[in-house]
């Protein structure tokens, strides 16, 4: 299978390459065998990362890590290797996290899978959806059940996925079309907003927002009016300004409880945080996590990350 999905490739076949390149610019002559991914050593066979993509494929591998924090640049490294919630965890739950997390950063063939590559796969919102489902970041229901992805059932058996992702070429916009515009390779570039997952409430009339939703606006006159654009993004900042007030209104009642000393367990009677410090965590200087905590803080918790997190990304899709 391996051999047989390498000859259907631009690796194997060259009849159908076009843009994999050398270091020095030129066009890459042969095939791109086994032995230039993974060594000829058979002792010694190593898996291949973006540093190896990178040789051939560098304007690619380049805008890849270009993304910032939330990105897939830092997915596996700051957003679970170094981020605090994930030492209280069980290592079951960790593991299943990092599987996607240290693709999305380490790797190319998470969304065009081995050994075909094939961008035709990874323009499908179906490449995206293995790591954007889950109580905690549910892009793919929250695609799938909007009109846009409505249509994607409906027509993608029809479609041709073999063209670029531009406008003219698709009827139905994809999580790539909008997200990977022109096939550039860091998605944060066309995010609705500078802020992660949504978690965090900002002033989207400050200038590098305003110009982020410019831009965006720009993106939807693919089908939309800009007028029509605007309207359901007004609709996106009320409903997450909305879901903010609701927030607000529960970390009170939650921190009422800490002050008023009902929380059960109180911070005193859990183990320390992973910096030893026995502070309620959802109050500035905490550190919050859903394990070795309060159910109220963890309820809390939560809230903020899924419930406020997927209701952005409803609205947003």
């Known amino acids: ?22 270091k020095d610019g030129k066009p890459y002559e042969g095939a791109v065998g086994c032995d230039k991914c993974h060594g000829n050593d058979h002792q010694k066979l190593f898996m291949p990362t973006y540093k190896n993509c990178g040789e051939c494929h560098p304007k690619e591998t380049a805008e890849h890590r270009a993304g910032g924090l939330g990105s897939h640049t830092h997915a596996f490294t700051v957003n679970v290797l170094e981020f605090s919630w994930h030492v209280g965890k069980p290592a079951e739950e960790v593991a299943g996290c990092a599987e996607c997390h240290a693709i999305a950063e380490n790797r190319c063939d998470g969304c065009h899978t081995r050994h075909v590559f094939s961008p035709s796969e990874a323009r499908k919102p179906t490449a995206c959806r293995f790591c954007h489902m889950g109580v905690d970041h549910d892009e ?3 695609y799938n059940t909007s009109i846009h992805g409505c249509l994607y059932e409906a027509e993608s058996a029809t479609m041709d996925w073999s063209k670029p992702s531009k406008k003219g070429n698709y009827r139905v916009p994809t999580c ?4 990977m515009q022109d ?9 609705t907003i500078y802020s992660d997952m949504g978690m965090f409430e900002v002033d989207r009339g400050a200038p590098k927002h305003k110009a982020k939703r410019d831009a965006w606006i720009k993106k939807c006159q693919d089908c939309h ?16 300004r909305l879901s903010f007030t609701k927030w607000r209104e529960a970390a009170a009642i939650i921190v009422g409880c800490f002050l008023d000393g009902v929380v059960d367990p109180m911070p005193e009677g859990s183990p320390p945080d992973w910096y030893g410090h026995y502070t309620f965590s959802l109050l500035p200087g905490g550190d919050p996590r859903f394990y070795a905590t309060s159910n109220l803080e963890r309820l809390g918790l939560e809230m903020i990350c899924y419930l406020i997190g997927n209701t952005y990304k409803a609205l947003a899709h």
């Open 140 to 142: 793919w229901a929250m």
């Open 225 to 240: 009016s800009p007028r029509f654009a605007a309207d359901k993004l007004k609709g996106m900042d009320d409903g997450v």
């Open 1 to 22: 299978t391996i051999v047989k999905d390498w000859k259907k490739s631009a690796h194997g076949n060259t009849e159908i390459r076009r843009g994999i390149v050398t």
């Open 176 to 179: 790539a079309y909008c997200h």
């Open 183 to 191: 096939g550039n390779h860091n998605p944060q570039q066309f995010g």
